[in-house]
């Protein structure tokens, strides 16, 4: 069973509109979880990081949460634009390893 | 510019001709990696490196090989290349230790094996 699963698989969005993308992960003990954006055919570009004592964490439109207890966490995308048509990725780090587990991804699509 | 860079971006190959995907960062970072990513099933680690001639199978390593003569640079090596391994491939790069370092990621080569 993957570490990191997350939900919706896709979703098609209106610009303008919000969305909010959701990530559980299983990864024990927590370092950090970070949120990646994957343009088609392109390298994952890190939009947030939040470690053990942080709940929340902006970058411009995103918006990162985090509930280190329950083990959940959730990525919001406001005033949705075209360019925001990619697939958001989960990735979580124990603590002492270096490995990372990563999600499948939220495939995001935002049509005018 | 801080990047970590692949070549080539596109190749096409034939079944049991072998390649080399050459990997090169700047920004001196310790650990090196390598991902597959395939529709469905996200990234998944083929090789990693912590270090200069230190290097380490990641979930998917099978048909691949690595190396790590300098710090700069990590080749992932396909010495007989099957249709199975047709994907897309990223190198990454980061610092080693606890911090909450991120990836860099390099733009990806896209592999066609026939």
């Known amino acids: 069973k993957n570490q990191v699963e997350q939900s919706p698989q896709s979703l098609i969005i209106l610009e303008g509109k919000n969305c909010t993308l959701q990530?559980?992960?299983?990864?024990?003990?927590?370092?950090?979880l970070r949120w990646y954006k994957q343009d088609t055919g392109r390298g994952p570009v890190s939009l947030t990081i939040m470690t053990f004592s942080e709940n929340t964490k902006s970058n411009g439109r995103y918006t990162a949460t985090l509930d280190a207890d329950t083990k959940q966490s959730s990525l919001h995308i406001t005033a949705s634009q075209l360019s925001d048509s990619a697939s958001y990725i989960c990735?979580?780090?124990?603590?002492?390893?270096?490995?990372?587990?990563f999600g499948k991804g939220n495939q995001v699509v935002v049509i005018p | 510019e801080a990047q970590v860079t692949q070549n080539p971006r596109y190749l096409i190959t034939v079944t049991g001709k072998k390649l080399t995907v050459t990997c090169s960062q700047n920004m001196n970072h310790e650990y090196m990696s390598w991902y597959r990513q395939d529709p469905g099933l996200g990234l998944r680690q083929i090789y990693y490196s912590m270090n200069v001639e230190v290097t380490d199978k990641g979930d998917v390593p099978e048909g691949y090989k690595v190396s790590r003569k300098e710090k700069r640079n990590f080749p992932l090596i396909l010495e007989s290349p099957s249709p199975n391994q047709t994907s897309l491939y990223f190198c990454?790069?980061?610092?080693?230790?606890?911090?909450?370092?991120?990836?860099?990621f390099g733009s990806g080569t896209r592999l066609t094996v026939v």
């Open positions: 990530c559980n992960y299983t990864v024990s003990p927590f370092s950090n």
């Open positions: 990454a790069s980061r610092p080693l230790g606890q911090g909450a370092y991120g990836y860099t």
């Open positions: 990735v979580v780090r124990a603590y002492g390893n270096n490995r990372l587990a």
